[in-house]
């Protein structure tokens, strides 16, 4: 079958390369000169199967009110103007407060783990079948606490990841400078640590720009410079996906500014965050809210002294990964909108942020001085796809022949090896192999009442509609332990 893939990040390109394996023709559509130059540009680097809670827990309501206050605040939700824009974020604030509640929490926690796992087993095999390369460490993720109240609380969610077969284990101090020493100079601040040794770091960006360099040789052809303008439907059924030349493109052939129907059977929306409001313009209202965050890549300077295991810095809120001569700190959410400045008081407060705690926490280590003091910071500000429970929306929409993988918010370099496996297997008509509630088609807008779950998976899917409280990926399933804290690389 001839399929179109709308976006050529992370998400996109995985996608791209699963239906190649299963022998479709794809064309992916991007508005950007090449693949990850957004979201997935310059993230935690983390492969986060095992530390995936969502961001939506009993707590976040009154951490995240008290956080309003402070600039660097991990989680700052910054209110838009609610008769305009800001209607969207409303409505994904309140959904996500339906989450926030200890059932809801661990329900959603079952399917993030049910999806990492599918997606690290996808990941490896890609890795295996290419040889792609990309500052990989396998050395798993260690997170470390500056307070022993936050230290007695990783405890009871370690307990609670295990139940759901994750390797989450509580170590002392003595044993967390064992696994990493870097740290050993912040010795004083820390208490104690969790580690998950089968999770893994890599550089997002040049994954996917090889992973799309051999979906090209493997027959994929790549419209970069071509942003979507419109979905076209004819009845219930995608017809056509208007796309917009920016430029002459690499061989001049394009004129920029003309504007192409382009067709194909089915057609995969993997956008991010741009994804609702491209949805949107059929009718579909999918809860996929950006998730503004930072990042900052130094140079290493003394690379005896730099870690080479993943880390999560629970106090900040952070993750820190090694990229070969560079070391990346990566984290903080703003729910406010599509904002991309880096200039704001706001987004300087938070990059400056991201250098004083590499300072502090690995002195000398790095060259950490800002553009003003002489240094090459690489600031950077992405959006996250973010779904009020932290699950992506995979499957078919409700117009016959779209399909939607997006919604990745925190965790999509972790899971874009698997939705990309899974949607591909989801078109072609076959199962994939997880414990996952894929999204079936969604209710026209306006309608909440009912939403509708696939349950044959060829293309033009047979579907079962059932009665819903909130949103397509809420399986009902009782539990109540305790909630763990926002995590936001
Ligand atoms: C600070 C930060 C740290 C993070 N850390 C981690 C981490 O450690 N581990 C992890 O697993 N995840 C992490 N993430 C999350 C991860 O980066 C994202 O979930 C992931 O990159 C989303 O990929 P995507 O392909 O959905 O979106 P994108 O990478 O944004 O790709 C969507 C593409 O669609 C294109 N597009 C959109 N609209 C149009 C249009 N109209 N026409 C044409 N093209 C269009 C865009 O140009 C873009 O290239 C982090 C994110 C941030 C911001």
């Known amino acids: ?75 700052l939700f910054r209110p838009q103007n609610p008769f305009g824009p800001g209607l969207h974020q409303y409505s994904w604030g309140l959904q ?5 509640n200890d059932a809801a929490f661990e329900r959603n926690v079952q399917q993030l783990v049910a999806l990492g796992a ?30 022993q109240k936050s230290f007695d609380t990783a405890g009871e969610a370690a307990a609670l990841m295990r139940k759901y077969g994750v390797n989450r284990q509580v170590i002392s101090k003595e044993e967390f400078f064992k696994i990493e020493p870097a740290y050993q100079q912040f010795a004083h601040q820390i208490v104690g640590g969790t580690i998950t040794p089968s999770d893994e770091s890599g550089d997002c ?17 790549f419209l970069y410079e071509h942003s979507v303008e419109r979905l076209e439907t004819a009845g219930d059924a995608i017809h056509s996906v208007a796309v ?21 059977d089915h057609v995969v929306v993997a956008a991010g965050s741009y994804t609702a409001p491209l949805m949107r313009t059929v009718g579909v209202n999918l809860p996929i809210y950006p998730g503004k965050g930072y990042s900052a890549t130094f140079k290493i300077l003394k690379p005896e002294l730099a870690p080479f295991v993943s880390t999560i810095d629970d106090a900040k809120k952070v993750a820190i990964s090694r990229l070969g001569d560079q070391l990346r700190v990566a984290g903080t959410i703003e729910v406010g909108g599509f904002d991309l400045t880096l200039d704001s008081s706001v987004a300087q407060a938070r990059c400056h942020m991201l250098s004083r705690r590499i300072e502090e926490v690995l002195p000398g280590v790095c060259d950490t001085r800002t553009e003003a003091q002489g240094g090459q910071p690489n600031y950077w500000t992405g959006l996250r796809p ?29 899971h874009g090896a698997g939705s990309g496996k899974a949607i591909a297997e989801l078109i072609h008509g076959k199962k994939p192999e997880m414990n996952f509630k894929f999204y079936g088609a969604q209710p026209r807008a306006g309608d909440t009442s009912v939403s509708v779950h696939l349950r044959s998976t060829r293309a033009n899917a047979i579907v079962v509609v059932t009665p819903r409280a909130h949103g397509p990926n809420t399986p009902e399933t009782p539990a109540s332990p305790d909630s763990a804290a926002v995590t936001c690389a």
């Open 1 to 75: 079958m001839k399929i179109i893939v709308l976006g050529a990040g992370t998400i996109g390109v995985c996608t791209a390369w699963h239906l190649l394996e299963l022998g479709h023709e794809v064309t992916v559509v991007e508005r950007q000169a090449g693949a990850a130059l957004e979201t997935s540009f310059a993230n935690g680097a983390q492969i986060s199967v095992s530390y995936c809670e969502p961001w939506a827990n009993k707590d976040a309501p009154l951490k995240a009110l008290k956080w309003m206050l402070s600039k660097e605040a991990p989680l």
């Open 386 to 414: 973010a779904t009020p429970t932290n699950i992506p929306y995979i499957g078919q929409s409700p117009v016959r022949g779209l399909w939607v993988n997006a919604g990745h918010g925190t965790l999509g370099w972790t």
């Open 244 to 264: 917009r030349a920016l430029s002459a493109g690499a061989k001049g052939r394009n004129v920029p500014g003309s504007i192409r129907l382009i067709k194909a």
């Open 96 to 100: 996500f407060l339906a989450n926030c």
């Open 118 to 147: 599918y997606s690290h087993a996808a990941l490896k095999e890609v890795v295996a079948s290419t040889g792609i390369e990309y500052n990989r460490l396998e050395r798993g993720i260690a997170h470390y606490y500056c307070d």
């Open 205 to 221: 960006l040049v994954f996917t720009q090889e992973l799309a360099q051999r979906c090209v040789a493997r027959g994929a052809e």
